[in-house]
């Protein structure tokens, strides 16, 4: 059976490699949508860039939902210092031609999931997880519709990068993180201990300008631009590709070291709001309700990349 996807997401550059990772046409896999979620910029900012991106990569046939403005509980947070104040930069910006949807992001989910079978559609989450978390609020029964969640988001050994101790995603929208980890789906979750291990060196934007077409060049712009704020801030070379790490074990699962973990989260607290606490070493007996991946192969992950971005 054609495994069915939807990706959730906020773009945002690291969301918009995600999607190029995703978008060369397949018979492997179905888009059935793209949901966006305010996270790096506001709703109206990350609708425009993912139907943007679409036009982009030719992919306009794939449904564009927008769903929740705010978190579940808190104020929204943005990330203009990292992905600019439009959310993509080094792009050039215009309006795209396909609308959004008429239907809520969340509504379409829950609709979706309801007529599937058990157990078949994927969500890939790369925002905060606020547009998930109400569909599982509304219809909880769309938890058993579901195969898989692979999400970006938490940290572990590498501690945060909104605050000492959480990662951005989670920080945003921890209560909606929560509902996802006790909504009893698999979730398969791509924190920072993994995705700081991608990096978008000189080496990797070099291979990337070498792809002859458009999306690839938009690419090493989007790149350019992001890997700017990160090695100021980190003294890297380059910046974590997180968000593509989620399409990277769609299409290529082996590349990922995982470990059947208990993830919980902290909503509450004004010093540690949004840290993921993760049972690495089964301190307690939880139940494992999620796969940490806490390992990548960088060569396969890039040599993924930049094959797919030759596909368009
Ligand atoms: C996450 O936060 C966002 O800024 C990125 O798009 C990614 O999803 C990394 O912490
Ligand atoms: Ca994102």
């Not at 994927?122 to 519709?145: C, D, F, H, S, V």
């Not at 920072?192 to 991608?198: A, I, K, M």
């Not at 990337?208 to 938009?218: G, L, P, R, S, Y």
């Not at 070379?237 to 299409?251: E, K, S, V």
């Amino acid at each position: 059976m054609t495994r069915k996807l939807i990706i959730d997401c906020d773009p945002g550059q690291d969301d918009a490699i995600n999607l190029f990772l995703a978008l060369p046409p397949t018979d492997d896999y179905e888009i059935l949508g793209i949901t966006v979620v305010a996270g790096n910029v506001g709703l109206d900012k990350v609708s425009r860039n993912a139907r943007l991106l679409c036009e982009l990569t030719g992919r306009t046939d794939i449904p564009v939902y927008e769903g929740c403005a705010a978190p579940l509980k808190y104020p929204l947070v943005t990330a203009e210092e990292v992905h600019s104040r439009e959310g993509l930069e080094g792009v050039e910006l215009f309006e795209p031609s396909v609308k959004a949807q008429s239907q809520n992001a969340v509504d379409f989910i829950i609709e979706t999931l309801m007529a599937a079978e058990d157990k078949s559609i994927t969500l890939l989450p790369t925002g905060p997880l606020t547009n998930i978390a109400a569909a599982l609020q509304k219809e909880p029964a769309i938890a058993g519709k579901i195969q898989e969640i692979v999400l970006m988001g938490g940290a572990l050994r590498e501690g945060g990068n909104i605050t000492p101790s959480a990662e951005f995603n989670i920080y945003v929208d921890p209560h909606a993180a929560q509902i996802v980890f006790d909504s009893g789906c698999q979730c398969i979750v791509f924190g920072l201990d993994v995705t700081h291990q991608v990096l978008s060196s000189d080496a990797v934007l070099e291979r990337i300008k070498a792809v002859d077409n458009e999306v690839a060049q938009t690419a090493y712009n989007l790149l350019t631009f992001y890997g700017r704020y990160d090695a100021e801030k980190y003294g890297s070379n380059g910046a974590p590709l997180h968000d593509p790490c989620t399409m990277a074990y769609i299409l290529k699962p082996e590349l990922f070291d995982l470990k059947a973990c208990n993830i919980r989260v902290e909503a509450d607290s004004e010093l540690t709001r949004g840290h993921t606490a993760v049972d690495f070493w089964y301190a307690t007996e939880l139940p494992r309700n999620s796969l940490w991946a806490y390992k990548v192969d960088a060569d396969g992950f890039f040599d993924l990349l930049v094959g797919q971005l030759g596909k368009y």
